[in-house]
């Protein structure tokens, strides 16, 4: 099943959100900020399982574990005794707080990259079947419904000038994400004119 990049994109940004107030927390000295990561580290896992991405799920619980590590006096790093232990856990918070934003931070821009290319290769096939005529007799006076969209996307589907086009699109993203950006691009052209 392909991923819905649009839900993937607002996940990721939460827990950037979440990230920012984290590391604002660490930069004014909050001494109990570390509890606070290891909620993020866990909600972080949390979402890459609940995505099938078990790679991040393991980088996020391999840096919990680091937390935890650092938090019974051990230095995650070495494995021996930190001295002094305040200032090791802080230095471990500080560490898995930088991969953190590292790993959400690309997370984030990748999967934006990916919804560009998809907007991108749409606009393409939207501006050919304008073209070709195949949308004009779907697109009414106001910004298309749910099964107006799904008539435009299935017009370009079967299209011999689209339909490859279509396919390949259909083969790498979901629907759902389709339907959107499709939305999105035909929003200017629908848009009533403004009186001169």
């Known amino acids: 099943m392909r991923p819905i990049l649009h839900h993937q994109l607002a996940q990721t940004d939460t827990l950037l959100v979440d990230l920012g107030r984290l590391l604002t927390r660490y930069n004014t000295g909050d001494g109990e900020v570390d509890s606070a990561v290891s909620s993020l580290l866990a909600s972080a896992a949390a979402l890459y399982e609940r995505q099938g991405r078990h790679?991040?799920?393991?980088?996020?619980l391999a840096m919990g574990a680091e937390l935890v590590t650092a938090r019974r006096g051990t230095d995650p790093a070495t494995l021996e005794p930190m001295r002094p232990r305040r200032e090791g856990v802080r230095r471990t918070v500080f560490r898995v707080l930088t991969a953190a934003e590292a790993q959400i931070g690309t997370d984030y821009r990748q999967t934006l990259s990916k919804l560009d290319a998809l907007r991108e290769q749409l606009g393409a096939l939207l501006a050919t079947g304008l073209e070709r005529g195949l949308l004009q007799p779907l697109l009414g006076s106001?910004?298309?419904?749910?099964?107006?969209?799904?008539?435009?996307?299935?017009?370009?589907?079967?299209?011999?000038?689209?339909?490859?086009?279509?396919?390949?699109?259909?083969?790498q993203y979901a629907v759902y994400d389709v339907l959107l950006l499709i939305d999105d691009l035909l929003a200017p052209l629908l848009r009533p004119a403004a009186p001169g």
Do not use: M, Y
């Open 55 to 60: 790679d991040l799920q393991a980088r996020f």
């Open 142 to 171: 106001g910004p298309p419904d749910q099964p107006t969209l799904q008539a435009i996307w299935a017009a370009l589907t079967r299209d011999t000038g689209t339909g490859g086009a279509a396919l390949r699109i259909n083969l």
